[in-house]
């Protein structure tokens, strides 16, 4: 094997497109999105309009919720309830093959795009702490399931208007009337496509199809799993897509809650 | 026929510079058109490896504007009027002479992996694959041997020092194809982290944009394989289950025996 390395490589790359838009755009929208997460987090208001319930705060789990989900957590607990959750999404987004591929990029320029230099000098990828912790991807999934399940409940409960009563909307009720009926409005949508983008995001997740059936070596006689890995195949196909909208409807649904809380706009209500 | 401005990178092992052609170019030309007009006219000796001309031998990989491509499959037509195109030899290897690189480091990491080694034969004579089975491994074996996916990765393209303990996204997609393979017996999981350094990937995917041939190297070859690794190596839960199964095989696993040539 040839050892010499010719001078070629230590030019400056021959790149002369933009190839810095990608990551620019990728810490800008990252950027953005954790700016945001963290204040609607720590603001502990304007979570819940109901019917509808932020994201950022299911499952709910503390009883001084304005919306509890499970109220398991006392009144000694006084930060806000968003923060006992933040772990399992945060976890699963940070692991995931595509956003390592995007902040690997963006963050760490390592490299920054491709034939574009390293930043830096040396190079241990994920064989080393604290990286070699990607490789517990597949708990964080097991994390987001059950917070995946909880956002499909509270999507169905955006389905489920209550009676009007004035007194509801006083900012200091917390009970739950059971006089409830069946109603759409614009939340419920935005709500319905949040949950629907989670999924996708999630089932197509690469921890996902393996555990599905990738890890098999040959699908004959096991046409579920088979069935399963085909499915999961097709959403992984679109991985990037998903992890990107599901984000922003993260944030979108959010917002629209918390503007209606707020009063600033009034939930557009077809079916009520 | 209008002219085009190339930027040809001429020198050997010991070091070169670009060097300035300006050539006429006919409708429907490839960069390798281009480069053999530039021989023709004005540099008989400038060194290209080319075979095909259809982007199906690997040959005449090199890096058109920075983006590692095959000449032969890059039309001028792609390139604003006035654009100026360098050409240059793949980076990650030494340069022999102007386009021409040694690739041998790839040949030497071929050696390291094992080669197929099948089942016994069924009762009736024969071995079965089946359909299912054929057409998950039948993307791996659409690899040219281009070497672009092993230029463009930044883990041994920036760092020398890595070459020897990691081989390369090419050798992913070989050990991708063998380790999924159904009548296959060697276990090649330990020896794509231990001796082929998959850990050191960070899935930045460029790899796969670079492919002529569109293999899906990162998702479909590299995560996979990744995740058998957890399984064998960092996931509590599948060592406990093997445990209990009877299966031997701890967490970490040690290192291998050499793999044979």
Same mark, same amino acid.
């Given at each position: 094997m040839a050892t010499t390395t010719a001078s070629v490589?230590? *030019?400056?790359?021959?790149?002369?497109?933009?190839?810095?838009?990608?990551?620019?755009?990728?810490?800008?929208?990252?950027?953005?999105?954790?700016?945001y997460a963290f204040v609607v987090s720590i603001q502990n208001a304007n979570y819940y309009y109901d019917p509808y319930l932020s994201p950022f705060y299911s499952p709910c789990l503390t009883t001084g919720c304005v919306h509890p989900t499970f109220p398991i957590i006392g009144d000694?607990?006084?930060?806000?309830?968003?923060?006992?959750?933040?772990?399992?999404?945060?976890?699963?987004?940070?692991?995931?093959?595509?956003?390592? *591929?995007?902040?690997?990029?963006?963050?760490?320029w390592s490299p920054p795009a491709c034939t574009v230099p390293d930043a830096r000098a040396k190079y241990s990828g994920e064989t080393r702490f604290p990286f070699n912790l990607q490789n517990l991807h597949r708990y964080a999934l097991y994390l987001?399931?059950?917070?995946?399940?909880?956002?499909?409940?509270?999507?169905?409960?955006?389905?489920?208007?209550?009676?009007?009563?004035?007194?509801?909307?006083?900012?200091?009720?917390?009970?739950?009337?059971?006089?409830?009926?069946?109603?759409?409005?614009?939340?419920?949508?935005?709500?319905?496509?949040?949950?629907?983008?989670l999924s996708g995001y999630t089932f197509g997740c690469h921890a996902a199809r393996y555990l599905v059936g990738g890890y098999l070596d040959s699908f004959h006689g096991k046409s579920l799993r088979f069935r399963l890995w085909s499915w999961a195949n097709q959403l992984n196909a679109r991985h990037s897509r998903w992890a990107w909208f599901s984000l922003f409807s993260v944030m979108l649904t959010d917002l629209y809650v918390r503007l209606c809380a707020m009063g600033v706009i009034t939930d557009l209500r077809w079916v009520s | 026929m209008?002219?085009?401005?190339?930027?040809?990178?001429?020198?050997?092992?010991?070091?070169?510079?670009?060097?300035?052609?300006?050539?006429?170019?006919?409708? #429907?030309?490839?960069? @390798?058109?281009?480069?053999?007009?530039?021989?023709?006219? =004005?540099?008989?000796? @400038?060194a290209?490896?080319?075979? %095909?001309?259809? #982007?199906?031998?690997?040959? %005449?990989?090199?890096e058109i504007n920075g983006h590692p491509k095959l000449m032969c499959m890059t039309r001028m037509n792609t390139f604003a009027p006035d654009e100026e195109i360098t050409v240059s030899p793949v980076k990650t290897f030494p340069?022999?002479?102007? @386009?021409?690189?040694?690739?041998?480091f790839n040949y030497e990491k071929a050696k390291t992996i094992p080669a197929f080694k099948p089942k016994p034969k069924e009762a009736d004579g024969t071995r079965r694959m089946y359909q299912e089975d054929v057409e998950r491994v039948q993307e791996f074996h659409k690899c040219i041997e281009c070497f672009l996916c092993q230029d463009v990765c930044h883990v041994i393209r920036d760092h020398e020092e890595n070459k020897p303990s990691f081989s390369g996204p090419r050798y992913f997609v070989r050990l991708a194809a063998l380790e999924m393979h159904p009548l296959d017996t060697n276990d090649r999981i330990d020896l794509a982290r231990l001796k082929h350094g998959?850990?050191?990937?960070?899935?930045?995917?460029? %790899?796969?944009?670079? %492919?002529?041939?569109? $293999? =899906? $190297?990162?998702?479909?070859?590299?995560?996979?394989?990744?995740?058998?690794?957890?399984?064998?190596?960092?996931?509590? $839960?599948?060592?406990?289950?093997?445990?209990?199964?009877?299966?031997?095989?701890? @967490?970490?696993? #040690?290192?291998?025996e050499p793999p044979s040539a």
């Open positions: 490589r230590q *030019r400056p790359h021959e790149r002369h497109d933009r190839w810095w838009v990608e990551p620019l755009t990728i810490v800008l929208v990252l950027g953005l999105f954790a700016v000694w607990y006084n930060l806000s309830p968003a923060f006992l959750i933040v772990g399992s999404p945060l976890a699963f987004r940070v692991t995931c093959y595509y956003y390592r *591929r995007s902040y690997y990029r963006a963050f760490f987001a399931i059950p917070v995946l399940a909880i956002l499909w409940w509270d999507a169905i409960e955006a389905f489920r208007f209550v009676v009007p009563n004035p007194e509801r909307f006083s900012g200091i009720a917390v009970d739950f009337p059971t006089d409830r009926h069946f109603g759409i409005g614009l939340g419920t949508v935005i709500m319905v496509t949040n949950v629907v983008l | 209008t002219d085009v401005r190339m930027k040809v990178w001429r020198g050997d092992a010991t070091g070169g510079a670009f060097v300035d052609f300006t050539v006429p170019a006919d409708e #429907g030309m490839v960069v @390798l058109d281009v480069v053999h007009r530039i021989q023709a006219t =004005h540099a008989p000796d @400038l290209v490896r080319w075979n %095909c001309k259809a #982007g199906k031998c690997g040959s %005449c990989s090199a340069v022999v002479k102007d @386009l021409v690189t040694d690739v041998s998959l850990g050191y990937c960070n899935i930045t995917k460029c %790899c796969t944009e670079v %492919c002529p041939e569109d $293999i =899906h $190297i990162t998702d479909n070859a590299i995560i996979p394989l990744k995740e058998r690794i957890v399984t064998r190596t960092y996931d509590p $839960i599948a060592w406990a289950l093997r445990r209990m199964r009877g299966k031997s095989g701890d @967490l970490g696993a #040690g290192e291998p």
